[in-house]
């Protein structure tokens, strides 16, 4: 069975025929359910969205009644029943949304790896999928609908981007033109049909389009048109620059317009320096280029994206190195907000205001008296905020989330519900736990890896340094580091006082020696005992104990010991320690039960609190 719905929910056979789904709440049921194939929606879920927030008396059997229903429709194994609510028996690859989600990814990969020949090929297929309006049947669908229908422009632009690039721009203006009537304070497409027009050997339109599209969006906005426009502008007034001799424009593939996670380029044109506020890095990035290119690969899927792993592990320095490999295309900018220094919760809106520069905002097509209003609601930052990426196309780097993790998620969920064109990559050392989240575990380095990271670290302390000198106490180190960034760094400093055996020797005792960190960091980033702390301080008293306990197992254990161990808060400890980075979970060798082990560093942290109580 496939399912449309991009325009009326409606349910095919494989043969093509249609299966008649009458009765608007039936539609929208199947409509909630689609729009999660093979994931549990739960009863209250089902009831907020078949029903719009006014639910009948009897709302669980209203919803199995219902089910009931689209069960007789489509046949009984369609629906199932799960603990706590139902779901659709349906890939994604089943549901149009999802299958034009894809192909859109898969276009704009195109487009992003100079094939825009394959790339209007994915994206003519992908909005062939669209028959009316999405999710024409569900009651309240404005903030979905408003995210499908951002998707649908960004695969519009990409392939008019495509279509430019081959050569095509006369065939792709009258639907340009009309694009741009119907968002005319669109920029990037503005610039789609500034190109076109010149590639069609009609620069004189592009130039009075341009002046046409400055006096709007001094007008509607108080503000000049972006980099981009001003780039193309200046190609436009020197046309050597921007097209051939003969006016056929510039080659094949070399167009820089674009929208997307997958369409490289769009954040910047014509040398224009790029928006946001990524600071130069002072050190080498070692290794984890597989790391970025998986993270590159995530936000074109997610929106929300957060690297997870335990303090020491390089999170922050991966999530700034990934988010300087895609912020070409964040046309509006990679925004780093820290919230490390973040004591109070409720102050996690305002650190990422000031982060982003957004104090004073401008809402995007608004009128005088709507402006003046945004400005008066000067006391709420999460208003601002909005206000500042609802029309953007932007990247933040949230980084450090978890000692303010519920009012960060809290933040993440409004803003992306709100800003379609935001995407969000987290560093926490645990899940934020927002619908959609990605989670990509920050593994330790590989020893080849933590080896290269040792050399040059060390050999910045101590000029002549190599590990080819004791290659096994070299390797030593990186191992009972558990291959963590911050300690190996914290043990290469120490090589200009002593040989790598002399520091091996001391490891029993590593929150003593690993004390030399950079004066720069945070306090809890300066030794691996404050990095250890920091984690030891956001537990509960349960986590605690049950970490205390577990150190007394030296190569892990499985479930039953653990139990044995550490009494009835076990397994419920047991799952937050191992969403909180300190505890590894993996089934082992022999029949495939879950495993649990300490990293070396946090069982001797952990045993240490043990004999202390």
């Known amino acids: 069975m496939r399912y449309r719905i991009l325009g009326t929910t ?3 056979r494989t043969d093509g025929t249609t299966v008649p789904v009458g009765g608007a709440r039936l539609r929208a049921l199947l409509t909630v359910l689609a729009l999660r194939p093979g994931r549990t929606v739960p009863v209250s879920v089902l009831v907020d969205e078949v029903w719009d927030g006014e639910a009948p008396a009897d709302a669980t059997g209203a919803v199995q009644a219902l089910v009931g229903r689209l069960r007789r429709a489509l046949g009984a194994d369609a629906v199932e029943s799960v603990a706590g609510g139902y779901r659709l028996a349906a890939s994604g690859d089943d549901i149009d949304l999802h299958r034009f989600e894809r192909l859109v990814g898969d276009g704009l990969r195109a487009l992003t790896d100079g094939d825009p020949a394959k790339a209007a090929g994915v994206l003519d297929d992908a909005l062939a999928l669209w028959r009316g309006p999405a999710l024409a049947d569900l009651p309240d669908r404005t903030a979905e609908t408003a995210r499908c229908e951002t998707r649908r422009l960004d695969a519009l632009r990409a392939r008019h981007a495509a279509a430019l690039a081959l050569g095509q721009a006369e065939q792709s203006l009258p639907e340009l033109t009309a694009l741009c009537d119907s968002h005319p304070l669109d920029e990037p497409l503005q610039a789609l049909r500034l190109r076109a027009l010149r590639d069609a050997g009609r620069a004189a339109e592009a130039l009075a389009a341009y002046e046409d599209l400055r006096r709007l969006l001094a007008d509607r906005l108080g503000s000049d ?14 046309p050597e620059e921007g097209a051939h001799r003969d006016g056929s424009g510039p080659r094949a593939g070399t167009s820089s317009s674009g929208s997307g996670w997958g369409a490289k380029g769009a954040g910047q044109v014509g040398g224009e320096g790029r928006a946001g506020n990524l600071r130069a890095r002072l050190t080498s990035f070692v290794g984890r280029e597989a790391d970025i290119d998986a993270i590159r690969g995530d936000l074109a899927a997610a929106r929300l994206v957060t690297l997870l792993g335990p303090g020491g592990a390089g999170k922050t320095r991966l999530s700034q190195e990934a988010a300087e490999a895609v912020r070409d295309v964040a046309r509006d900018g990679v925004w780093l907000a820290e919230l490390a220094p973040v004591d109070d919760p409720a102050a996690v809106p305002e650190a990422v205001l000031t982060a ?14 709507e402006i003046r209003a945004g400005f008066e609601r000067h006391d709420d930052p999460v208003v601002r905020l909005v206000e500042h990426c609802g029309r953007r196309r932007m990247l933040i780097v949230l980084d450090n989330c978890e000692h303010v993790v519920e009012a960060a998620a809290r933040l993440v969920e409004q803003l992306l519900e709100r800003c379609p064109g935001l995407t969000v990559l987290a560093t926490s050392r645990e899940p934020l736990g927002v619908p959609g989240e990605l989670v990509r575990p920050v593994e330790p380095l590989p020893e080849p890896v933590a080896l290269r990271l040792l050399a040059d670290r060390g050999a910045a302390a101590r000029p002549g340094f190599r590990v080819e000198d004791d290659p096994e106490a070299a390797a030593e180190i990186c191992r009972r580091l558990d291959g963590l960034p911050l300690a190996i ?18 490891l029993d005792d590593r929150f003593r020696l690993l004390t030399s960190g950079s004066r720069t960091v945070l306090p809890r980033q300066q030794t691996l005992r404050a990095v250890v702390d920091w984690s030891w301080d956001l537990l509960d008293s349960d986590e605690r104990d049950v970490l205390r306990r577990l150190s007394v197992f030296a190569g892990g254990c499985e479930l039953a010991a653990a139990e044995a161990v550490c009494g009835p808060a076990a397994l419920d400890a047991l799952g937050s320690l191992v969403d909180k980075s300190l505890v590894v979970a993996g089934p082992s060798g022999e029949g495939g039960e879950m495993r649990y082990r300490l990293l070396e560093t946090v069982a001797e942290y952990a045993g240490e609190r043990l004999d202390e109580s």
């Open 10 to 12: 409606q349910a095919l």
């Open 225 to 238: 048109p972006g980099p981009e426009l001003r780039a193309l502008h200046g190609e436009l007034l020197r």
């Open 356 to 369: 982003l520069g957004a104090r004073e905002t401008v809402l995007f097509g608004a009128g005088a008296e």
């Open 489 to 506: 760094e914290l043990a290469a400093a120490r090589l200009r006082m002593l040989t790598p055996r002399q520091i091996v020797d001391r």
